[in-house]
């Protein structure tokens, strides 16, 4: 156990509207934290801020609203984020959608890999100086998933995914990054200060995935009373967030448990290769 603490720590937590991370968010906020929530939706934000503040009324929580899927929102989030003053000690990346079928971003981007890993990596680079800036310890945490499982290699010549596209093999390209990217990130910064983890929270009953019509409504309502609770798939995001020792660094989590991923997610030349070509494709909104 590390003698870090998060209370009165500031902690940005994206997809932070339901599910696990609003769950993560209102666990943050019992022990102490400042809590910014992130968001697509202003009015499920309300709420979700609302949830958060009767879980640490004595916190200076605020809501952020951004669509994940449309990198324009995403800078101005963090623009927002850093023009607000804040210092920042944790950053959850939890945002993910699972689509069914195929779908491009307004920015040309295959859907989930753009607001499951670009989104987060713009984010993130964005925020940077933030925790760099930390006089002590400061943590990224991934919402990853087993579901990289389905996914032996990242697309370099297809990411859009236009050949051949099936869902779970799509969703697992996207957590794959996910891996990838906190890989990198552990490895980059390991002397400057910030850990980056990655994490598998469980099959969740949220609201993932529910925007793939009826048929996958009702999946959803069959299978809820054998997933776990928000709850439970945010424990091991909280633990490395709030209680994880600080030698705690690149590593990916089940149930607080340190786990072997999949030989492909842990290929360092992917990862670098993965933070250069994300760079190039979000070039005019890193560098604008």
Known sequence: MSDWTIAGKTVLVTGATNGVGLAAAQEFARRGADVVLVGRSAERGEAALAAVRAAGSAGNHAFLRADFALMDEVRAAADAFLASGRPLHVLVNNAGVMNAERRLSADGFEEMFAVNHLAHFLLTCRLLPLLLQQATLARIVHVASNAHHFCKEMRWDDL?????????????????????????????????????????????ASGIGKNNGVVARVATAIAKPFMRTPRKGAETAVWLAAEADAGVNGGYFIDRKAVVPRPWARDADAARRLWETSEQLLARWLHP
């Open 160 to 204: 859009t995914l236009a050949n051949g596209y099936a869902a779970f093999p799509a969703y697992g390209h996207s957590k794959l990054a996910n891996i990838l990217f906190s890989n990198e990130l552990a490895k980059r910064f390991a002397d400057s200060g910030i850990v980056s983890n990655a994490m598998h929270p469980g099959g969740v």
